[in-house]
């Protein structure tokens, strides 16, 4: 028995302050936020899959140049673009992933692929690009992903000689979504550019399925954004689905134990969203914000930047 549908995003999480914000540009991420969800909530309220929500709104963040995913990722040390994505499903534990990509415009439908048409859970790189062709998916080229505010960015990276794990505002860049459809199926997809100025080959937490992924129809669907290393090392998503299932938890307190509480003793900034088998869904961070959205069958949307 569920509480019907249910949907959550994030567009990334870190130190994001309302005085470091415009109000032009507080606009803009709202309406990215809104935008993005209404596109998997009318999914899910026409009785569509929890798969095909995830997607939809993914998709729609990769192609909005506000957040770091698709149009609009940052760029590695070497100027170019290496995006991640991954997808699961909760009904079978079926996933996906793709790593390293640069010409693919949506990396989450990939990885759906690499799910459904493929015997793989991740590829990478070139291999990723191939299975893409195979499937009939065009390349694009690295100026569609290409702006002007990540290309400053990267600038001035490294002349500071440093690997920056945030966005000028100080935000860990990541977009991901939740949900729960009306047969009480869950799933998750991630996409992420990764860091500015990172080694090319570097590979976060966003398509490691445990990592920055993970869904279970025994208990919860989880989207992680922050420091990749740290949500790597503690494997959060799965931890909080084991913390469910093993400990008999409740969704909001191992959400709490994992984020709040163990992954500060490592220095691992960050957030998740997640959505369990019925209630509403769970947005938990340990930064100054974190860009989320978030509605359940028969209730209004809600969307928020700042803590509190």
């Excluded at 209404?38 to 939809?56: P, Q």
Aim: aromatic residues 4%; glycine residues 14%; charged residues 20%.
């Amino acid at each position: 028995m569920t509480d019907g549908w249910a949907i959550a995003l994030h567009g990334g999480a870190g130190t994001i302050l309302k005085e470091n914000m415009t109000p032009e540009r507080e606009t803009a991420y709202s309406a990215g936020l809104r935008e993005a969800l209404l596109r998997g909530s009318i999914i899910l309220s026409d009785g569509g899959s929890c798969e095909d929500a995830v997607e939809a709104v993914v998709r729609a963040l990769e192609d909005d140049p506000l957040f770091n995913a698709g149009r609009g990722a940052v760029l590695t040390a070497d100027g170019t673009f290496e995006l991640d994505a991954a997808i699961m499903r909760g009904k079978d534990l079926a996933a996906g992933a793709v790593t390293g990509v640069s010409d693919i415009r949506n990396p989450v439908s990939l990885a759906r692929l690499v799910m459904e048409r493929s015997e793989h859970v991740l590829l990478a790189g070139d291999g990723a690009a191939r299975f893409a062709r195979a499937q009939g998916i065009g390349a694009v080229s690295s100026g569609y992903f290409e702006t002007g505010y990540r290309r400053e960015q990267l600038l001035k990276a490294q002349a500071r000689n440093e690997v920056s794990l945030d966005h000028s505002d100080h935000k860990y860049g990541t977009v991901g979504a939740v949900a729960r459809d009306r047969n009480g199926h869950l799933a998750a997809a991630t996409s992420t550019g990764g860091m500015t100025n990172k080694k090319p080959g570097r590979i976060g937490d966003s398509p490691l399925i445990g990592a920055g992924t993970y869904a279970s129809d025994k208990s919860c669907a989880v989207s992680a954004t922050g420091h990749g290393e740290m949500f790597i090392r503690m494997t959060v998503a799965r931890d909080i689905a084991a913390l469910m299932e093993y400990a008999g938890l409740p969704l909001e307190e191992a959400a709490r134990r994992k984020v709040l509480d163990e992954l500060p003793l490592i220095g691992g900034g960050g957030g998740i969203i997640a959505v369990g088998r019925s209630g509403p869904p769970v947005l938990t961070f340990n930064t100054a914000g974190m860009y989320r959205a978030a509605q359940s069958e028969g209730g209004t949307v809600e969307t928020g930047i700042y803590a509190g």
